[in-house]
């Protein structure tokens, strides 16, 4: 995801989407799971039962039983939320970039919304009452087969050595992970330094202790998007300051026991200039790759490197919401570039000496997009390590996730949890599985979640028992089928992990995430 202000494009891709989610939902036909090559020989087994725990958030008593059903008692007060941190937040005004970045969103990905001012929004809550009432999670695993069976086998990420283990178990080690958003990846036509940078999107200055609180509070792997081009020559080199910086917050992140995965992310756009101009943007890609590879190479396993975003929407080769071409063969011609370049991903990495030869690599699907990369045209690279697994976003539907307002498409919603919704999660979830998992190639959704711009509904704010009842059903889907959900996470009131206090705001949240881990 990238911060909403720079959007423009997703107002276009939240109608298509709309469109194709209304679609699932009156049973549209799953013939989207063509056969993919497959580049690695790790595998998971299917179980043959599944169970689900209920607790009390009070008590945390629990119980385990062979149900379809989680109850988690909360309270409709949202007295864990905290509107207003107490700590100043220096920011820099931004002059935003008029095109477009790929933001998070649903399984249908690039919902794109309509960028917001610079000035901070500030909202009063609704009146609640202090009676506690019952959000019901009820993920349907009535397939055993739908649950996988390997286990986090407990071993701490290396900082130095690449250790004999599988991407799957790496993956399956990383437990449930959260992003650094709206930091590294931010960009300012203002910012000069590496701290005005960092701070230009709201964020205070990454400390230690901010990352500590991330693995405290029971998160295993930290995604850390990057904009490298913040502070490049026009040789296309990186400040050495900029690597340093990213270098500095990556220690800490494993030295707190939490896996790191570093990625290129929209990075002011530039990736949309492939089509028209692929030598030139090949260039760029691979210096800033080989930096990157440089810098990071005698990490070990606790650091994966991801080849991009939500990249391939390139609309001046096709129409990916229509499904038209372009240009000739436009279609073909989009999904055969945007492999070359996940291909010159693994060939610079693998060629960079040191640990790289053998590191875990996160290869981006097409625009992170669930139908999309199932798709026969969607080709993992070639990897001789056999070192590899797929980065796919989730934030469907994005008339609950990622819209505030209503649109000509799409009413926004305020609640989620229809049986509809239920099996449209589950759906997607075993798409991946049985597309990719169960044929050795593991899965980090690496963003998921209900995204800033949805925190409201036409004025009136979500409840956070509704926030945590869609997370927590997505992470807990996604995990036990074996997958690595990654919470789409920013920098401001509303956030779900505090950076001033260290801790998750909402208690159920964070209950509902050591639940799931322990299940």
Aim: positive net charge.
């Amino acid at each position: 995801m990238v911060k909403n202000s720079y959007l423009p494009q997703k107002i276009i891709a939240l109608l298509l989407t709309g469109i194709m989610s209304v679609s699932l939902l009156v049973g549209c036909k799953d013939d989207n799971t063509s056969s993919t090559p497959l580049n690695s020989s790790e595998q998971y087994s299917s179980s043959t039962e599944a169970t689900s725990t209920t607790y009390n958030s009070t008590t945390n008593a629990k119980t385990t039983a062979p149900t379809s059903s989680t109850t988690i008692l909360t309270s409709t007060a949202d007295t864990n939320n905290k509107d207003n941190d107490s700590s100043s937040n220096p920011t820099i005004n931004t002059n935003k970039p008029s095109n477009s970045g790929n933001s998070g969103n649903s399984g249908h990905s690039s919902n794109i919304v309509k960028p917001s001012t610079t000035t901070k929004k500030t909202t009063t809550a609704a009146k609640t009452t202090k009676k506690p009432t019952t959000t019901t999670i009820k993920t349907d695993y009535k397939n055993p087969q739908n649950v996988a069976t390997l286990k986090p086998d407990g071993e701490k990420p290396s900082k130095t050595t690449i250790r004999n283990k599988t991407t799957a178990q790496i993956v399956r080690n990383m437990g449930i992970g959260i992003n650094l958003g709206n930091t590294f990846e931010a960009t300012s036509n203002q910012a000069k330094t590496v701290t005005e940078f960092e701070q230009a999107w709201g964020s205070p200055v990454i400390t230690k202790a901010m990352i500590k609180g991330i693995a405290n509070e029971g998160f295993g792997v930290v995604r850390i998007p990057v904009a490298w081009s913040n502070m490049m020559d026009t040789g296309y080199n990186i400040s050495s300051d900029y690597i340093n910086r990213i270098k500095e917050v990556t220690d800490w992140a494993i030295d707190s026991g939490l896996y790191v995965i570093i990625n290129l992310h929209w990075d002011g756009g530039w990736i949309a200039n492939f089509p028209a101009n692929e030598t030139e943007s090949m260039k760029k890609y691979t210096a800033i790759w080989t930096q990157i590879s440089s810098a990071f190479k005698n990490y070990g396993d606790a650091v994966m490197f991801e080849s991009m975003n939500e990249e391939g929407d390139w609309q001046d080769l096709w129409n990916r919401y229509g499904g038209s071409n372009t240009v000739k063969d436009g279609k073909k011609k989009a999904y055969a570039l945007f492999n070359k370049i996940n291909q010159k991903f693994v060939d610079i990495v693998r060629a960079s000496g040191g640990n790289n030869a053998k590191r875990h690599l996160l290869i981006a699907g097409y625009v992170t997009d669930i139908d999309l990369t199932v798709d026969s045209l969607f080709k993992m690279p070639t990897d001789p390590a056999k070192r590899m697994a797929l980065s796919i976003h989730y934030y469907n539907p994005s008339s609950f996730t990622i819209i505030e307002n209503d649109e000509s498409w799409a009413k926004a919603r305020a609640t989620w949890g229809t049986d509809a919704d239920y099996k449209e999660l589950e759906k997607y979830m075993t798409k991946l599985k049985t597309t990719f998992v169960d044929k050795g190639i593991p899965v980090i959704i690496g963003e998921m979640g209900v995204a800033n711009t949805a925190f409201k509904t036409n004025g009136v704010r979500k409840s956070r028992d509704q926030l945590t009842n869609y997370n927590l059903a997505v992470m807990r889907s996604a995990y036990y089928k074996g997958m690595c959900p990654i919470l789409w996470d920013t920098p401001d009131a509303r956030s779900y992990y505090n950076r001033y206090s260290y801790t998750i705001r909402d208690k159920d949240l964070k209950q509902g995430i050591q639940q799931i881990l322990k299940s």
